[in-house]
């Protein structure tokens, strides 16, 4: 059964430091990795998505890396600002071959808050 | 719609009664998830319709819980006899086709969610 676990689960740095939020998997069998972010209130809206034959993504300040054979992700985002204050979670695609649809299986996600 | 609507986006109720929440996807979209988050915790799959077929419902805890989309369109979930541990935020996510497996971007779209609180 596929499992995404995610560390810190809490974190909190000035603005302006660069920073790293990680993601495990146990499941290397997938067809991609997508990075959320949540906004109390608010629904999850995706940042990054790496397929599973990629390495990484680039969005603006936001880098997000794949090592699917050790199960592992990282997101890194570049000169932090107190509007990146957000739950982060990492969501895997698992392949289920008895299914033709796509579930997506979320961690627990990282509460990250940027102090100004 | 623009995007995916939920309602109610609050929702108090007392130990025993019945709720039930609905779901307005994106027009046309034929894929429709609900999944369950508890406080602090990421959102777990309860189930998943394409169109108005139930394909999945495996995430569903118990027999209290269930989901319907009659027309391929609206879906609602009931939880009869609420229990305290049934408080969470439900989110609702539809998408235009049944996987993202192919897709370069994300397909999944959530509503603001529904958080239900069970006294």
């Known amino acids: 059964k596929q499992e995404v676990t995610q560390i810190p689960a809490a974190l909190s740095v000035p603005e302006g430091e660069n920073l790293v939020l990680n993601c495990s998997f146990t499941d290397s069998a997938i067809y991609n990795l997508q990075w959320f972010r949540q906004d109390p209130g608010k629904g999850l809206t995706s940042l990054l998505l790496i397929q599973s034959s990629q390495r990484e993504q680039t969005s603006g300040r936001l880098n997000a890396s794949l090592d699917k054979s050790s199960g592992r992700s990282t997101l890194y985002i570049a000169a932090s600002q107190p509007g990146d204050s957000a739950t982060y979670l990492c969501?895997?695609?698992?392949?289920?071959?008895?299914?033709?649809?796509?579930?997506?299986?979320f961690g627990p996600g990282t509460s990250l808050s940027v102090i100004p | 719609g623009a995007g995916v609507s939920q309602s109610p986006r609050y929702k108090v109720a007392k130990r025993g009664q019945d709720v039930a929440l609905r779901c307005d996807p994106i027009?046309?979209?034929?894929?429709l998830f609900w999944y369950q988050q508890a406080l602090g915790q990421g959102p777990e799959f309860l189930t998943y319709f394409q169109n108005e077929a139930q394909l999945d419902k495996s995430g569903l805890p118990s027999d209290r819980f269930f989901a319907e989309r009659p027309e391929g369109s609206v879906s609602t979930l009931k939880i009869q006899r609420t229990q305290q541990e049934d408080s969470a935020v439900y989110l609702c996510?539809?998408?235009?086709?049944?996987?993202?497996?192919?897709?370069?971007?994300?397909?999944?779209?959530f509503g603001a969610g529904s958080r239900l609180t069970v006294l």
């Open positions: 996510a539809s998408s235009p086709s049944v996987g993202t497996r192919d897709s370069g971007a994300n397909v999944l779209t």
């Open positions: 969501a895997v695609t698992p392949i289920l071959r008895k299914t033709s649809y796509d579930k997506v299986i």
């Open positions: 027009s046309g979209h034929v894929s």
